[in-house]
């Protein structure tokens, strides 16, 4: 079962530059999310999608964009890549049962994004 | 809004000591909560959860009990190992509005185990 699938894994990019990350889940799940770590701050939430064609921001949004065109794939876009946005990202999702959510988020192994 | 705070790290014990990592919780509703682990270059991972006051999740010889009176769910373990080091995050979900499911992170705290 391949679960959550984040690519790439690593990038390194210079300020200004663009870039996609892609989130593939294959478990039907309706909810999916981006998050950025970084240290002594735990997880913050860049950007959510509730369903294929819905976006929503998170906790830290600012120069991010996502787009949810099939309800399998999330992805999280850096128009203009800034130092401040060296990060690791995680994508993950969730289902429902019976309208409602088990609230169990399952992860992707992470993208480590260096911006120079 | 609804928030985690957990203990801050690092937690460094000796192989076969007991556990205890904080974490309380703030929530307008009536969340679920759980413990994630994540180890050394992995995403993060469920190790219990409990749904509902007084539940206990359970897993690996970790647990740990939803105290509605006291909004905590605090991580135990009787007994380390060293392949437990890892870093620990509380959460938990609730129904935000607009009826989206928002999970909240604590920022994690780190266990290192010596043998």
């Known amino acids: 079962n391949a679960g959550v699938t984040q690519t790439p894994k690593f990038r390194v990019l210079k300020t200004g530059q663009s870039m996609t990350l892609l989130c593939a889940q294959d478990?039907?799940?309706?909810?999916m999310y981006w998050y950025r770590q970084d240290p002594g701050m735990g997880l913050r939430l860049i950007h959510y999608s509730v369903g294929e064609g819905t976006t929503a921001k998170g906790e830290v949004p600012d120069g991010y964009n996502v787009s949810r065109l099939k309800k399998q794939n999330f992805l999280l876009g850096l128009e203009s890549a800034a130092p401040s946005q060296t990060s690791v990202y995680f994508c993950?999702?969730?289902?429902?049962?019976?309208?409602?959510?088990?609230?169990?988020?399952?992860f992707g192994e992470g993208s480590r994004l260096t911006v120079l | 809004g609804d928030s985690v705070t957990q203990m801050e790290g690092p937690v460094t014990l000796s192989e076969e000591a007991f556990l205890t990592i904080n974490c309380t919780y703030t929530?307008?509703?009536?969340?679920?909560l759980f413990w994630y682990v994540q180890y050394p270059g992995e995403g993060l991972q469920l190790l219990l959860k409990?749904?509902?006051?007084?539940d206990k999740g359970s897993n690996k010889g970790f647990e740990a009990t939803y105290r509605k009176e006291t909004t905590s769910f605090h991580l135990e373990k009787g007994s380390v190992q060293v392949s437990d080091s890892a870093v620990y995050f509380c959460a938990l979900s609730d129904l935000a509005r607009g009826g989206s499911y928002i999970p909240t992170f604590g920022r994690g705290t780190s266990l290192i185990v010596h043998p």
């Open positions: 478990m039907n799940h309706e909810y």
């Open positions: 993950a999702s969730t289902g429902l049962a019976g309208g409602y959510s088990t609230g169990e988020l399952f």
């Open positions: 409990a749904t509902k006051a007084d």
């Open positions: 929530a307008t509703g009536y969340p679920s």
